[in-house]
């Protein structure tokens, strides 16, 4: 009851932030409290990020809806999150995504571990929890609709780009230390639009930092 009382007000803070309705349905859908640590469960539903083992953290809530209001997921499309962490981003995009499936690769194997039982508690079953390199994408399920990276990534990378279908589009936050949050949609070129200045933790890898 409490964790209900603390999700309305979130989730009313961020409509006064201007998120669109479906992104807000799907993320009073899915319980912060079942991604975050024990230690942090009075933290749940503030609007900050919180630690999660392996130096990593769950994203602020209004960075998870802004990110998913950007990316504008539809039913039935096929989505790419690079860096699972809790799980807790994925299943916002699951829920968004409908019929359709989402695809997380995290490179940190207990953390990936740690998303499949959260994305269990909860109950989303269109998740896929892979351990990799996500700074190479997934090419074993590409083309993807949407594709959406939680961590800081040298630039806008082409092992991304290459796996978006045309009419795609991939959110990304470029920089070292501070970011700018990119959204990019793919027609015969690349749109590339700058949508705000973020902190994310860096993306590490073959073609990350
Ligand atoms: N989306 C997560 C938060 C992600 S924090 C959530 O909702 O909780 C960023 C994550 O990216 C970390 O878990 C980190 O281990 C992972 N990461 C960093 N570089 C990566 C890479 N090259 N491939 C896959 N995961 C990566």
């Known amino acids: ?38 230690r942090e469960q009075e933290n749940a539903y503030g609007d900050y990020p919180l630690m999660i083992g392996f130096n990593q953290t769950i994203s602020a809530p209004h960075m998870v809806a802004i990110m998913c209001d950007l990316l504008d997921i ?30 997380t690769v ?14 269990k508690k909860a109950g989303i079953e269109n998740v896929t929890v892979i351990v990799g390199d996500g700074s190479l994408g997934l090419p074993e399920y590409a083309p993807y609709d949407r594709i ?5 990534s040298p630039e806008i990378l082409d092992t991304l780009t290459d796996q978006l279908k045309i009419g795609g589009k991939l959110i990304i936050p470029v920089g070292k230390n ?16 700058v949508k ?14």
Request: glycine share 10%; net charge neutral.
């Open 148 to 152: 959406s990276v939680a961590a800081a």
């Open 1 to 38: 009851m409490e964790f209900e009382v603390k999700s309305n007000q979130l989730i009313e803070e961020l409509r006064q932030h201007g998120i669109r309705e479906r992104v807000l349905g799907a993320m009073k859908s899915v319980h912060r409290h079942l991604f975050v640590p024990e």
């Open 196 to 209: 705000g200045d973020v902190v994310f933790v860096p993306l590490v890898g073959k073609k990350g930092f």
């Open 106 to 119: 995290e490179r940190i194997e207990p953390l990936a571990l740690l998303a499949r039982q959260n994305l």
């Open 178 to 193: 501070y970011q700018e949050l990119y959204l990019v949609t793919k027609t015969d070129g690349l749109k590339k639009e």
């Open 74 to 103: 539809r039913d039935g499309m096929k989505v790419l999150e690079i860096g699972a962490g809790s799980g807790y981003h994925a299943a916002v995009m699951a829920v968004l995504a409908g019929s359709g499936h989402v695809y």
